[in-house]
């Protein structure tokens, strides 16, 4: 995903939540200042070309469905879903994480060599700022939804889940499995629900760039709506 294809659907993003523009860019910023001259990780060197790779959600199905994640090549944990596959005997590959909720378990992840795809966006900067400088930087995957500044990347993607996946199209994975997601989970906010639309909306629009069907879209395509890319 190159920025310029991405930017029309983010500009969306940002119309449909209010999000203010500069805020992305201010912790954008704010997070390459952080990294300052440290080395960043390669996530090519996760082996997702051509594999499949496990997308793990933080839904309340995860725990039913980690032996999909537990076959599969590569193992992308969104958030506390990393946490939960662990508890499960599940090892995890990469956490792809905004800081929101389980930022610990990054430094911890970092600090074994396992890389954690670290996330910038308007709200987070004070979390940037106390969590970042406790990572490995040597394997965190610095990200932004706003214009990438090296060595923050964008891969494209909204949430944490949808980023994952766009991570792992990115490095050419063979095809993607979606342990965990629950699109229609009762228990979120009124918010969240808006963001798993979004992720709904976003992996369609992956599926098809992709000449892939996602098995968690089964019976849902009917109803999503396009993204609009131009």
């Known amino acids: 995903m190159e920025f310029h294809t991405w930017e029309p659907v983010y500009e969306a993003i940002l119309d449909d939540f209010g999000y203010p523009r500069d805020g ?15 080395g960043t990780y390669d996530p090519a060197s996760l082996g997702l070309d051509g594999a499949t790779v496990a997308v793990a959600g933080a839904g309340p199905s995860l725990e039913s469905e980690a032996d ?9 944990a969104a958030s506390t879903a990393a946490d939960r596959l662990q508890t499960e005997g599940v090892a995890v590959d990469c956490m792809v994480t905004d800081l929101d909720k389980n930022a610990d378990t990054g430094r911890e992840l970092t600090a074994a060599g396992t890389p954690v795809v670290a996330h910038a966006h ?7 700022e106390a969590y970042v400088p406790t990572y490995d930087s040597e394997f965190v995957v610095p990200t932004t939804q706003a214009a990438p500044a090296p060595p923050v990347h964008n891969y494209g993607g909204f949430t944490d889940g949808d980023r994952a996946a766009f991570l792992a199209d ?3 994975a063979g095809s993607l499995v979606f342990p965990g997601w629950d699109f229609d989970d009762p228990s979120v906010t009124v918010e969240k629900r808006r963001k798993l639309r979004w992720a709904e909306r976003l992996l369609h629009w992956l599926e098809q760039r992709r000449g892939e069907r996602f098995d968690v ?3 849902r395509r009917d109803d999503i709506e396009p993204v609009a890319t131009d």
């Open 24 to 38: 992305d860019e201010r912790a954008r910023d704010r997070f390459v200042e952080l990294l300052g001259d440290d």
């Open 68 to 76: 999909r994640a537990a076959d599969a090549d590569v193992v992308l």
């Open 122 to 128: 308007g709200d987070n900067i004070p979390a940037l």
């Open 170 to 172: 990115h490095f050419d």
């Open 217 to 219: 879209l089964d019976g």
